[in-house]
């Protein structure tokens, strides 16, 4: 076993010791926002997993691109004269996509496998053609969709692009006129005229039929019926700014289903532009934040990635969801996660550094789901070695203890503790800095080396508190919280 193991699971020996009785309860790390050839990725799904394999990783959480494709039609007949641009996806072949993860996850019988899609809520378009310049905005304003793996329930998402969940509207009958000029095609096919050609001394009656006028028109009204086929059109057109609509209605949609969503790289930047014939085409999405804050009944967002972010500092974004779950004004809490988003080897990019370590009750994709839902688990960004690791995060209260995502419920008055430990995966001393923070303020920072053991204590004042941890030296660590107090209203 190596010493990184032996360090998780010696956490999770004191979390589980210091609970009241609790299911036993396994570190598992895991990638989330994997990528394959099945989308827009450079390695195998084999080749995935046996890197993850090698570095130690029990779960890759894949998302392959479910619809990565951008179309623009001019007004009227949008679908005729549709222009698309689509690169690898796997929504025209679910069930191949779930067969392959199934073959994988038979070839690796010690990992576990999540099959998992990254969608494209909507998308919008402004400028025109006619300008010279367009701007294509939110194409990397995504979700990742996970628990939901029968290929017609996946094929129902509401999603730009999906035929399959669009709905009729005004420009379903604008899209279905053009098919209309089948009937005087036909009728001009079938129809012969009559005339009289003088040939010298006679006049000759000659049948003609209006071939190419025909042939025109029922070629224009058979495209028109393929390119518009089924007729629907998506519940918010991409030349509407919908807001957040969109991406609520495909959160509430996968809820329902059983699923769990999360909010993709939430502050990452995506920008770029092209020639495409005489038209400057731009792409562009900005942070999106905000949007987190404007929606609910998600899972998780991507807190801790390869790049800089801000929503989960102290007092934050992430502070203030987690404070409207204690004050019952969410229904459930928002959780953090790790998002690797890899595509493969290029720009320095690894299996392995950015991870989210589940706390799992069994080592099964159901457990996996579970520990997800629940957020029993912890973002970890370790670029280099030695890392850092989470040993104990926990609050109690005489008897009673609770870990990550838990509630301890007590009254006013009553004693309680949190306790907090870190070690560097090598077993050494390193040096950490870490900050315990309570709804959103900082109530305790230690600059220390590892291994490293401390605890708050405090008398309960009965109103809802909400603790978690961060912690960066030879590595990061972001735990999810644990909340302390009376039942939510």
């Not at 009785?21 to 396994?26: K, Q, R």
């Not at 809820?255 to 990452?268: C, H, K, M, Y």
């Amino acid at each position: 076993m190596s010493r990184r193991a032996v360090v998780l699971a010696a956490g999770v020996a004191l979390v589980v010791s210091a609970a009241a009785p609790a299911a036993a309860l396994e570190p598992l790390p895991a990638v989330l926002h994997v990528h394959s050839t099945l989308s827009t990725g450079s390695l195998s799904l084999e080749e995935i997993v046996a890197q993850a394999e090698r570095h130690g990783i029990g779960a890759v959480l894949l998302s392959e691109n479910y619809l990565a494709r951008v179309e623009y039609g001019l007004p009227p007949f949008r679908a005729l004269t549709r222009v698309t641009r689509e690169e690898r996806s796997v929504r025209a072949a679910l069930d191949v996509y779930l067969a392959r993860v199934a073959h994988v996850r038979a070839q690796f019988p010690r990992m576990l496998v999540l099959p998992g899609v990254e969608v494209i809520p909507h998308y919008r378009w402004t400028g025109a053609p006619w300008s010279g310049a367009m701007t294509l905005h939110d194409t990397q304003k995504n979700l990742l969709v996970f628990g939901l793996e029968d290929p017609r329930t996946l094929a129902g998402l509401p999603v730009a692009g999906n035929r399959a969940a669009g709905r009729y509207s005004v420009q379903s009958l604008l899209d279905a006129l053009p098919v209309l000029l089948l009937l005087p095609g036909v009728a001009l096919l079938a129809r012969s005229r009559t005339r009289r050609v003088r040939l010298r001394h006679a006049m000759l009656l000659v049948r003609r039929r209006a071939w190419l006028a025909g042939a025109a028109l029922c070629c224009v009204a058979l495209a028109a019926a393929v390119r518009a086929w089924p007729f629907t059109t998506d519940v918010f057109p991409s030349w509407v700014d919908a807001g957040p609509a969109p991406y609520q209605a495909l959160i509430d949609h996968v809820d329902r289903l059983g699923g769990l969503t999360v909010w993709s790289f939430p502050e990452a930047r995506d920008a770029g532009e092209q020639d495409v014939g005489p038209v400057r085409v731009s792409w562009s999405t900005e942070p999106y934040a905000d949007d987190l804050l404007r929606t609910f009944r998600y899972t998780a967002f991507g807190a801790v990635y390869e790049d800089v972010t801000t929503f989960e500092r102290p007092g934050g974004g992430w502070d203030r969801l987690l404070g409207e779950y204690a004050a019952g004004e969410r229904s459930r809490p928002v959780w953090a996660v790790a998002e690797s988003g890899f595509h493969g080897f290029t720009a320095g990019k690894r299996i392995g550094p950015v991870q989210t370590v589940l706390l799992v009750t069994a080592r099964s994709e159901a457990g996996v789901l579970d520990a997800l839902r629940r957020g029993r688990m912890w973002a970890v960004h370790n670029p280099v070695e030695p890392g850092l690791e989470l040993v104990e995060f926990t609050a109690r209260a005489g008897t009673t203890s609770v870990t990550l995502g838990e509630t301890l419920g007590v009254a006013a008055g009553t004693p309680i503790e949190i306790h907090v430990a870190l070690a560097a995966s090598d077993g050494g001393r390193h040096d950490v800095r870490v900050s315990l923070v309570r709804n959103g303020e900082v109530v305790g920072a230690w600059a220390d080396g590892t291994p490293f053991r401390a605890v708050h204590r405090e008398v309960a004042d009965g109103r809802p508190a909400v603790f978690r941890v961060e912690a960066r030296g030879p590595g990061r660590v972001l735990a999810n919280p644990i909340f302390v107090g009376g039942p939510r209203p």
